[in-house]
């Protein structure tokens, strides 16, 4: 008898957990439509719109919207872009611009994040994924796991940078000349270096990566990465 109620208190349990939202929209702007499963209707959305598995929310231009998942993370969506939302632990990015800020999570509830050029696999992170006709993804911290849909990648990385990060370490002392020197080597060399061939890797805080088929650079960030984030940051201000 014990055995037959706890049976069917984890019945139970298990439906209302199935049954929950996967999150809910906590800031609109502008005009966003979502359409769920088994549906071909798009409903506008409004400030508290709940998000559940099979949801495909989308964005207009001139429009914007944030979500709130159930364990605390945020999706930001930039305007023309879209997320079809699977499950608590994956969905697939279908266009447009997004942010993410996923809370911490173990390896059972690594969240994945599908997108038309890889596979991102999340702990716990803060990152931008482009997939626009330039697609790239940048991460400004924690650790990404970037997996091929396909083919293997040919990973490229900043070949300047590491070499310039040996050549300084041979003495402060003649940093100048050293600088002068790298300036005239640099002019005669190209910017990346194919490291491997992977069918997956990690990108690590503060890098940028833009996929091209399937060459894949790396670099690390400039001015123009962190502004992706301030565009961000600015945008959830003008929603609130």
């Not at 400004?140 to 940078?161: A, D, T, V």
Request: glycine share 6%; hydrophobic share 35%; proline share 1%.
């Amino acid at each position: 008898m014990k055995l037959f109620v706890l049976t069917i208190t984890l019945i139970l349990s298990n439906t209302l957990y199935a049954t929950l939202p996967v999150g809910i929209v906590s800031l609109c702007k502008g005009n966003v439509k979502i359409k769920h499963e088994n549906s071909i209707i798009k409903q506008k959305v409004k400030m508290g719109t709940e998000i559940r598995e099979g949801d495909l929310l989308s964005s207009m231009l001139k429009s914007a919207a944030k979500i709130k998942l159930r364990d605390g993370s945020v999706v930001v969506l930039d305007q023309s872009s879209s997320i079809y939302f699977q499950s608590l632990l994956q969905a697939e990015q279908k266009s447009g611009t997004i942010l993410y800020r996923i809370t911490s999570r173990d390896t059972k509830n690594t969240l994945k994040i599908k997108t038309p050029f890889a596979i991102i696999g999340i702990k716990g992170t803060t990152f931008i994924v482009n997939a626009t006709d330039n697609a790239s993804v940048s991460l400004k911290e924690g650790l990404l796991g970037i997996n091929s849909l396909h083919q293997e990648f040919y990973l490229y990385r900043k070949k300047l940078e590491d070499e310039f990060a040996a050549f300084k370490a041979q003495g402060d002392k003649h940093i100048k000349k050293q600088k002068e020197e790298f300036e005239r080597y640099k002019q005669q060399q190209s910017e990346y270096k194919k490291v491997e061939i992977v069918k997956s890797f990690d990108l690590k805080a503060g890098n940028k990566i833009s996929f091209e088929g399937r060459d894949v650079k790396e670099k690390s960030f400039s001015k123009s990465e962190d502004s992706e984030f301030q565009h961000f940051y600015k945008l959830l201000n003008t929603m609130q």
